[in-house]
């Protein structure tokens, strides 16, 4: 039977294709977007993930807009790497459909509440949505069927030298969603920057026709420097956590406590992982089968490009 997912996100580039990967996999069921402020400001990833929507056609799962700011700090959005329509250069039509009445937090609430056990909640943003829904239900932690976050690492951050970006934008939300009553995997950078869409994976995914044209390759490649000797690829963060929903048996998790410093002079928005904990709150992805994974992905989108030809 298909995974159920609901994904919070703040498309975005890699959020993009999150979404197109949730969408295209038959055994996930897309049952709701929720955006929030992030790579861009909340409007423009509304927009995004509206646009998306009806672009690659799945009219009927609402998407709800939710924080616009985090908890306590000011806005930190990351323009500078998605461009400042948050898609690079993709330009998708005007969507006709509007997002859903209610606000993301009360969305993501009732929905988790319909179905306790059987939805799978991912967060490819900040956590500010999902800080505020466990404040106003701390339930959510039990009716979740798993919790998937990309952010966070163990070793090095990309926002600044300690901290992911998505932990660093909002730090105070991420400590409270860290310190809730569930154990939170962690898709972080040390994971995800083993899915780098190398010059092989984009010369396959240049096969698939418009709809790589159009959307895939340019997200994919936004903004890869080709001069910088330490990457092979830009990185898929985001696609790493609808991965591991549908396909963990690609992936490598070790219990860990995952403290958020929220105080740092040098260090603030980075997770600190005990890997030897007296009790873990998280499962921390390690490894990464970068051949089944890249399978996988591939597959899916080919799929998506077919019906979308
Ligand atoms: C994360 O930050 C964002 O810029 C990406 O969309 C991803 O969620 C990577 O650090
Ligand atoms: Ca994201």
Known sequence: MARSILIDCDPGL????????????????????TTVGGNVGLETTTRNALQLREYLG????????GAAEPLTRQVRDAAHVHGAGGLGDVVLPEAVLEAHDDH????????????????????????????????????IARWVASFTIMGGSYTRGNATVAAEFNIWADPEAARIVFDADWRVTMIGLDLTLQAQAN??????????????????VPLATFYFNPNDEDWDGQAVHDVCAVAYVARPDLFTVRPARVDVETNGEFTTGMTVVDFDPPI???NVAT??????????VENVYARVAREHS
């Open 58 to 65: 799945f009219d009927k799962v609402p998407v709800a807009a």
């Open 280 to 282: 873990a709150n998280a």
């Open 199 to 216: 010059a092989a994976v984009i010369s396959r995914l240049k096969e698939l026709g418009k709809l790589a044209d159009h959307l895939i």
């Open 287 to 296: 490894h990464l089968d970068v051949p089944g994974f890249w399978a996988y």
């Open 14 to 33: 890699d959020d993009a294709l999150a979404l197109l990967l949730a969408h295209g996999d038959p055994n996930l069921n897309l049952v709701g977007v």
């Open 104 to 139: 993301a937090v009360d969305f993501i609430i009732d929905t988790l509440r319909a179905a306790p056990g059987s939805i799978h909640l991912v967060a490819t943003g900040p956590l500010t949505n999902i800080a505020l829904a466990l404040e106003r239900e701390p339930a």
